[in-house]
Every structure is written in structure tokens, then in C-alpha cells.
């Protein structure tokens, strides 16, 4: 165990000091909705040219489930997923087709009656934040790049992006595992790796708070880890402060290896196991953020990044 | 000014008020600070019931009469429509009610606290008479019964010395199940009592004897009859005997209402009448009942307190004012220590239920009431149900479940577990709902730590709310709740390290 001491010299935010400093000043209470559903999110994000995975339909009512065969149609790569979900619920990543079957990442077979009832469940509010009724939304399935297979097991791996006033400062590479059933979500027991902020590398990883070296399916070592196209990807995380106005969030993003990289979804409570990944502290840098004169503040994205790299 | 300023100067002013307040009532105002020891107060209620036929109706009963091991704290009538008297004739103390017409069924009731104190029962000689009447069992009806009262009497007599002895070993021989005599005399009456019978041989053998009623102080019994035991004379004083089992004395739990013959309620103009008594215990400062066995002067000091409520609405009070404490542990757990919970004031829902069913058995019941609709919300859930219907579903279950384990356990003997009514349902129904979704998404540890959780800030609250020192400030220094409200607006603010990441980082400082 550590003492209190010990973590703040490392600077590391706890969970309180999130919520009240940060979370509760720079994020107002009236924004959040267009991040917490994830079509507001992607409805926003296309008005502002900023690329998201194609939206292919969306169910709102209970008697839009008759023609959910039609509406499917002939695709055979898609993604069901609850609107108003977090922390990986109720997502439905199908792969491919088999006759009538649909192909779960995993390989496992399903019905077009078990999409039904998984539709049915997120209208219901099963995955939803104190059960609400949620609708429900088809995006195209995102092919990872290649520089990622041997990095992820049966799941897209997504880059969380810490965004504060515009300012990227904190980023990791979040891998899923076959604990984490091909979700990239950590405590799920997904690999979270700690980025570089300016060369894209890998730092540090951990799952379930603990380091690891190597992905525990693939065997594949992470130190030789580094992410393409690094600094088009962290201007789009920094825009995304313009598109939403949160002062502090997280910006999930996934590199797709046709149309390069998307926002997945924002998130206006993003976790403290970014810190953990990189093994550093996230507080020294927050502080730094907020000590910047008003006219960086004013600064378009790719400046905010170039600056935010050299920083650090 | 800044929120945070704000929040401080707030929470702090709440508390030195609250405080303040509280130390000005201990020191001007005499209050105790600790809560000294506790006391059983019995609470019991008869209520009273018969049938009116519609004319002038009157209905007398007994009141109890003091009893050196016992005292009478307070008494109250309730008598809607009806005049009421206490009249008293050698030291036999009735209260009538009375009212022009009545029909219909009517219901009154008598309501006393009673504690019990220490010392022995003394029973007074005084105004007792020691007339005996003999029994008319006379005729050649009663001829094999006469005979075989004379046989248990001078086997009774030949085996003992006094009229003390011989009283056990008659009532010894008339309650053996074995005994020839006995056997005739309970099948040769058709409308005597066995009590009846016992008093008829005691006159027989010229001993005057009486009967005693009453009701034996045990907590949560509801619509009880009275119970009753003899009271014999032995030339001297007067001896309490059980007429079941012979043992001699009176029990100390046992609260005389009546002593002699008279009848317990007399009821003019009404059939069917009857008187069930309620028995309640609660365990209230010793102190308190010193100053309500006062009353007048110093009992002024508690006026405003929550002690002048009657006892059911303190009962209600005790809970409503623990709540907060509850509460503000609640989130001293959650925001300094860090602990995982399903739903965030569940558990001190949950420590109220245990309150009324007593730990381990609310422990073990809402394990299993978990556990069991777990198991069914599983079925459910390939029902294809939508949610609301899904979660009125499990409350149905719960409260199935519920009536289950009630009437089971109750078969089995175990009252306790009917005050499981007190579990809440709903959310007791969300909470497996909760429960089984993170079981499909994060798997069974996360729900065995979520239940752990709940559970072990169930318990704490628990302990805390039942606290004697707890209860007693929280009774006597209501002003508490502002400091409470101060506490649970600071910690609103706390922004320093939770326990559990002191944990969750520890690998951070090593590299
Ligand atoms: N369009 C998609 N294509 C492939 N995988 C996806 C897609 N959308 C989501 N996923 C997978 O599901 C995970 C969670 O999705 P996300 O949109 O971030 O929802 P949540 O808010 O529940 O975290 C992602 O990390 C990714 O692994
Ligand atoms: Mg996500």
C-alpha cells in the first residue's frame, strides 16, 4: 500500500479530486448529453467533418423490431450497440455471416432471433445508466489496422485520448484480451498500454492494475509498439473540444485501416487507469493546462498538440 | 467566494451550531452525555372487544394492581364516544366504560408501561379474604368425582408435611397424566376448568386459595388471553402456585392483573366479549424511567425531547433520526475508503431490515433471497421480458420468496424470521436486477465484491445504529443532525485519496 504522500508526489488524481476539481468545474452539467449518447455524439461529429464509424440505422421503438430482417439486409459486418451504454454493455460486434447465422469476433454462432432479444433488451434499458429506455444503433464494423493484430485479441483496440480545455495530455492504447471478451474495456480485463504523448510509443502496460510485458493470448511484447499517422490522431482527439465543449474528457478513438482514424465516443468521466498505463501521474500536467496564459487557450488543434508535445 | 470556500464555512457552521447547541444542553441543562443503563419497559396493551345490541352499553374491567416487583409507569385510555371511570373498592381498582347506545363491534383498550424492578414479590395480606367455599359437587353426579378428590387429597396429605407441600404434590398428582384420580375428576366435569377443579379441592381440604391473573412479560406477543395461577393460604401468608406444573412462587416475569375471584371484564348490553393483551418490550435509559417514575419537575427538562412522544411514534423516531447516521457513514465508506456497493443508500435500507430482524438472520435471509432470485431472473431473462415488467416480475418473486421463508420458518418455530417483512422489497428487487446484469457483463467476482460490499456497509451501519451511545445522542441531542449535515457536506468536498487507491496506484511509486 502506498501513502497518500507518496501518490501526490507522483501526482497522481484520485477519484474524488477527479470529480470535484475537474469533472464538476470545466464539464457543464448541460453538455453532457450530447456525449453520453453516443448517436448525439456522432450526429455532432459529422456536422463538424470529424470522422466517426458510419452509422448504418437506429431503432428507437419496440414495434421497429418486426423489420429489424430488413433492415439488416445483406450486411455482414455491423455493430449493435446501446446509444446510452458504457463501460462496453450491450455491444454486439458482428463479424460475418454463415447462412442464416450471424458471427460473433468470437466465432460463436447466433440467431436472428438472439439479435432480436439483445435489441429488446437495450430498448428496455437493460445497459442504460438506472435503467432508462435507450434506442438502439447500427454502426459499420471497424477493421483495425494491421500494425495491431498481434497486439489484440478478438477485438477492436481503441485509443483513449485525455483531453483537457483542448490540450491533449495523457494517452493509451487499450487492447482487448479473452478475459475482456473482445471489449476494450479495462476493468473488464483489457491491456492498457501508456502512450508517448510525442512519438506515439508504447510506455508502460498493465492489466487489472498490475504491469505486464507482453499480451497474455498473443505473447506478443509491447515495447516495440508504435502508433501510425500519431500526430493526425491527437489533433482529432483535441478537436473534439471544439465539437463538444467539454473542458475535461476522454476521447476514444480507433484506427481503421480504410478510412484511418475515427472517434469511437467521448466520454465526460473518463477512468484514472490511463495513469496506471503510463505510469505517470496525471495531476503535474492538469496543473500545467490550467496555468496557461488565455491566448493558448485560443489556439487552433494541431498548435494545441505541437505545443502540448513539446511540453512534455 | 469560492464553492469550496463556501462548502467549508457552511459545513462548518453547521457543525459548531449542531455542536454548540448539544454542549449547552449537557452542561446548562443537565443532560447526560452517556447514556448510563438500560431498562426493559414493557408496553402492553388489552384491547378490549364485544358485540353491542344497540342499547346503553357497559363494560368494566379489572385493572392491574401494583406489584411489589413491578412498576406501573404510565397509563393510558382510549374510549372514543364512551364516558369513562376509574373507581377503586378495597384496593381493587376497575376502570367502566359507558355509553348510551351502541351496536355493532366495539373495540377499546387499555395501555400501561410497566418495568420491572428489582426485589421480591410480597403479597399483601391485607383485604384478601380467607373465606373458603366449598365446592357443590354434591349428588350422585358427582359422586365418583367426589371420591376421587378425597383420594388425591389424603394421598396428598399422607405425603407432605404442611400445607405448603401439600399443595405441590396435590397439584402434582392432579396434572400427572397418569394418575387414575385425575383422569376421573378432568372427565367428570363438562364446564369446569382445570383451575376450577384445583380451587374445588383446595376448599375441600379447607385451604382458602384463589386464582391470579395476569400475563407473563415476553417481548412481541400480540392477542394473547390471559394466563392464570393459584394463590393458596397457608395460615400465615399467601403462596402463588402454577396449577400446571405445581412449582411454587410467582415467576418474576409475570404481571398480576387480578387477584381473587372477581371476573377480569364484566360487559352489560354486549355479547361475546373478550380481552387479548400485546406485549412489547423496549429498552429505554435507566434514567428515563427514574424521571418518569418522577414526573413533574424534572421530566419538564425532556419535554421537548423525543422521549415526550408517545412510545409508537418513538419507535418510528429511532429509525428516522438513525437514517442520517446511516447515511453519512455511507458516504465516509464510499468516499474515503472506497469501497464498491450496489446502489449507493441500499445498504442502510438494508441495516434498517436488519435492525427489525436481528443481524445474522437478515444476513442469512437476504443472502438467500439473493441467491434464490438470482437463479430466477436468469429463467426470466430468456422470457425476452421488457425491463419493467422483468423487475415487477422479481418483486413478485421477492415477495413469494418472502412469504416463503415466513410461513416455513414459522412452521419450523422461528418467529423471528416473520419480521423479514421489513426487507425492502423493491429495492431488494432492483438489486438482483443490478446484480445479474453485472453478473452477464463483469462476471461473478464483481458481484460477489459488489454483495460483499453492501453487506460489510450493511453491518457497520448497523452497529452504528444500534449503538447505545449512538441512539442516546441521537435522541437527546437532535441538534446532532446539524453536525451530521455539516460532516456530510465537507466530505461533499473531500478531494484527497480514497483508501482503495492508495491500493489501486501502490505500483506506481515503485517504478
Ligand atoms: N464499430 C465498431 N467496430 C468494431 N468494434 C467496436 C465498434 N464499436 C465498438 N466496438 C468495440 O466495443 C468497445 C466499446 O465501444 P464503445 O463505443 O467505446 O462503448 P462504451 O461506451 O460501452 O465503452 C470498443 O472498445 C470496441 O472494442
Ligand atoms: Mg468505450
Redesign the pocket.
Known amino acids: 500500500m502506498a501513502l497518500p504522500t507518496q501518490l501526490l508526489r507522483c501526482g497522481v488524481l484520485g477519484m474524488n479530486s477527479r470529480n470535484i476539481n475537474y469533472i464538476a468545474r470545466y464539464n457543464q452539467r448541460a453538455l453532457y448529453p450530447l456525449v453520453d449518447d453516443?448517436l448525439q455524439t456522432k450526429l455532432a461529429a459529422q456536422k463538424q467533418n470529424i470522422s466517426v464509424?458510419e452509422l448504418l440505422g437506429v431503432i428507437e421503438r419496440q414495434w421497429q423490431v418486426k423489420n429489424i430482417e430488413s433492415l439488416i439486409g445483406e450486411w455482414s459486418k455491423?455493430?449493435i450497440?446501446?446509444t446510452r451504454?458504457?463501460?462496453?454493455?450491450?455491444?454486439l460486434?458482428i463479424t460475418g455471416r454463415d447462412f442464416e447465422y450471424f458471427l460473433k469476433?468470437n466465432g460463436q454462432k447466433l440467431e436472428l432471433k438472439d439479435i432480436r432479444r439483445h435489441i429488446n433488451n437495450i430498448l428496455s434499458g437493460l445497459?442504460s445508466l438506472g435503467g432508462k429506455p435507450d434506442s438502439v444503433m447500427f454502426?459499420?464494423?471497424?477493421?483495425?489496422d494491421q500494425v495491431f493484430t498481434d497486439y489484440t485479441y478478438e477485438?477492436?483496440?481503441?485509443i483513449r485520448i485525455v483531453v483537457f480545455k483542448g490540450f491533449p495530455v495523457m494517452a493509451m492504447l487499450?487492447c482487448?484480451t479473452h478475459a475482456s471478451d473482445?471489449?476494450?474495456?479495462l476493468h473488464q480485463g483489457?491491456i492498457g498500454i501508456g502512450l508517448d504523448l510525442s512519438t506515439g510509443k508504447s510506455l508502460n502496460a498493465v492489466q487489472y492494475n498490475r504491469p505486464v510485458s507482453e499480451h497474455p493470448d498473443t505473447g506478443k511484447s509491447f515495447s516495440e509498439l508504435e502508433i501510425p499517422g500519431w500526430d493526425e490522431i491527437l489533433v482529432l482527439a483535441a478537436g473534439c473540444f471544439e465539437m463538444v465543449g467539454l473542458g475535461y474528457m476522454g476521447c476514444?478513438i480507433?484506427l481503421d485501416r480504410h478510412a484511418g482514424p475515427v472517434i469511437?465516443?467521448l466520454?465526460a468521466r473518463p477512468g484514472l487507469a490511463i495513469q496506471l498505463a503510463s505510469g505517470e501521474g496525471l495531476m503535474k500536467r492538469l496543473k500545467a493546462v490550467e496555468a496557461f496564459e488565455p491566448e493558448l487557450l485560443e489556439l487552433p488543434p494541431e498548435q494545441r498538440v505541437r505545443f502540448m508535445q513539446e511540453m512534455v | 467566494m469560492s464553492p469550496r470556500a463556501q462548502v467549508y464555512i457552511l459545513g462548518l457552521l453547521l457543525i459548531i451550531v449542531g455542536a454548540g447547541l448539544a454542549t449547552y444542553k449537557s452542561q446548562v441543562l443537565n443532560l447526560p452525555i452517556t447514556p448510563g443503563k438500560y431498562q426493559t419497559v414493557w408496553t402492553i396493551e388489552a384491547k378490549v372487544e364485544f358485540q353491542a345490541r344497540g342499547d346503553a352499553v357497559k363494560a368494566s374491567m379489572a385493572l392491574p394492581k401494583t406489584q411489589t416487583n413491578m412498576e406501573v409507569l404510565n397509563e393510558i385510555f382510549s374510549s372514543s364516544g364512551y364516558g369513562f371511570t376509574v373507581d377503586s373498592n378495597n384496593g381493587n381498582e376497575r376502570a367502566t366504560w359507558s355509553k348510551r347506545t351502541a351496536s355493532g363491534q366495539q373495540t377499546l383498550y387499555y395501555k400501561l408501561d410497566v418495568y420491572q424492578r428489582q426485589g421480591q414479590f410480597e403479597a399483601s395480606i391485607d383485604g384478601m379474604s380467607t373465606a373458603v367455599n366449598k365446592p357443590d359437587w354434591s349428588g350422585t353426579r358427582f359422586s365418583a368425582v367426589r371420591e376421587a378428590a378425597a383420594s388425591l387429597i389424603e394421598r396428598s396429605q399422607q405425603e407432605s408435611a404442611d400445607t405448603e407441600t401439600f399443595v405441590t404434590q396435590l397439584l402434582r398428582g392432579f396434572n400427572d397424566p397418569d394418575n387414575i384420580d385425575s383422569r376421573l375428576l378432568l372427565s367428570g366435569f363438562t364446564d369446569n376448568s382445570p383451575v376450577d377443579i384445583a380451587l374445588g379441592m383446595l376448599a375441600m381440604a379447607d385451604i382458602p386459595a384463589h386464582i391470579l391473573r395476569g400475563i407473563y412479560l415476553e417481548d412481541d406477543r400480540s392477542r394473547l388471553p390471559s394466563s392464570v395461577l393459584l394463590e393458596v393460604y397457608d395460615g400465615e401468608q399467601w403462596l402463588v402456585y402454577n396449577p400446571a406444573t405445581g412449582t411454587k412462587g410467582l415467576p418474576s416475569n409475570f404481571l398480576i392483573w387480578q387477584r381473587g375471584d372477581k371476573s377480569l371484564l364484566d360487559v352489560e348490553g354486549g355479547s361475546r366479549s373478550r380481552v387479548r393483551f400485546s406485549i412489547l418490550a423496549n429498552n429505554v435509559p435507566a434514567r428515563e424511567v427514574a424521571l418518569k417514575q418522577m414526573g413533574g419537575d424534572q421530566a419538564a427538562l425532556l419535554d421537548y425531547s423525543i422521549y415526550s412522544l408517545p412510545i409508537e411514534q418513538q419507535s418510528i423516531f429511532k429509525f428516522i433520526l438513525l437514517v442520517p447516521v446511516g447515511a453519512l457513514l455511507v458516504i465516509f465508506i464510499r468516499v474515503v475508503i472506497g469501497v464498491r456497493t450496489a446502489g449507493t443508500f441500499m445498504p442502510v435500507l438494508l441495516s434498517i431490515a436488519f435492525i427489525q430482524t436481528s443481524l445474522l438472520n437478515g444476513v442469512a435471509i437476504f443472502l438467500l433471497i439473493l441467491a434464490i432470485g438470482l437463479w430466477v431472473r436468469s429463467y426470466l431473462s430468456k422470457l425476452d421480458l421488457l425491463l419493467v415488467s422483468r423487475i415487477a416480475a422479481v418483486v413478485v418473486i421477492v415477495v413469494i420468496l418472502m412469504s416463503g421463508i415466513s410461513i416455513v420458518s414459522y412452521r419450523l418455530g422461528i418467529e423471528q424470521a416473520l419480521t423479514i417483512t421489513f426487507f425492502p422489497m423493491v429495492i431488494i428487487a432492483w438489486t438482483i436486477e443490478h446484480m445479474s446484469i453485472l453478473w452477464e457483463d463483469d462476471g461473478p467476482v464483481e458481484v460477489l465484491v459488489q454483495t460483499a460490499g453492501s453487506l460489510a456497509v450493511a453491518i457497520v451501519c448497523y452497529m452504528a445504529m444500534t449503538n447505545h451511545y449512538i441512539e442516546h445522542w441521537m435522541f437527546n441531542f437532535p441538534e446532532l443532525l446539524l453536525v451530521l449535515l455539516g460532516s456530510i457536506i465537507m466530505l461533499g468536498h473531500y478531494t484527497g485519496y480514497r483508501l482503495s487507491e492508495l491500493i489501486r496506484f501502490r505500483h506506481m511509486v515503485q517504478s
Open positions: 453516443k464509424p455491423f455493430v450497440k446501446p451504454g458504457s463501460g462496453g454493455k450491450g455491444i460486434v469476433s445497459y454502426e459499420s464494423l471497424i477493421e483495425y477485438g477492436v483496440p481503441d487499450r482487448a473482445g471489449r476494450a474495456n483489457a476514444d480507433v469511437l465516443e466520454n
